[in-house]
Nanobody, 116 residues
Framework: QVQLMESGGGLVQPGGSLRLSCAAS????????MAWYRQAPGKQREWVAG???????KYADFVEGRFTISRDNAKKTIYLQMNSLEPEDTAVYYC??????????WGQGTQVTVSS
């Protein structure tokens, strides 16, 4: 059973940085496409960034150049380095795993609040 556990959220001032982590278990991690999503209050969950088994990365336009997704297959962990954070980045951030295009699991989420 796929299990995903996010960590690293918190309160940060505008312009600051945070690094989120997502530790996976119960899966052959290197076979999965991994992604970060976020959900702000009153809004739908939206895709933020993805990293494929090849290491190829893709980003939503609103985080391009500010966020970096990476993976460590040996540690079964993905990361989201978030720089130049804006109040609009405030949301619960979720980790997601997909196998052959099929959703395999979600984490419980970690809260990121950007505020002065």
């Amino acid at each position: 059973q796929v299990q995903l556990m996010e960590s690293g959220g918190g309160l940060v001032q505008p312009g600051g940085s945070l690094r989120l982590s997502c530790a996976a278990s119960g899966m052959i991690f290197s076979s999965y496409t991994m992604a970060w999503y976020r959900q702000a209050p009153g809004k739908q969950r939206e895709w933020v960034a993805g990293i494929y088994t090849s290491g190829l990365t893709k980003y939503a336009d609103f985080v391009e150049g500010r966020f970096t997704i990476s993976r460590d297959n040996a540690k079964k962990t993905i990361y989201l380095q978030m720089n130049s954070l804006e109040p609009e980045d405030t949301a619960v951030y979720y980790c997601n795993a997909k196998l052959s295009g099929q959703n395999a699991g979600w984490g419980q989420g970690t809260q990121v609040t950007v505020s002065s």
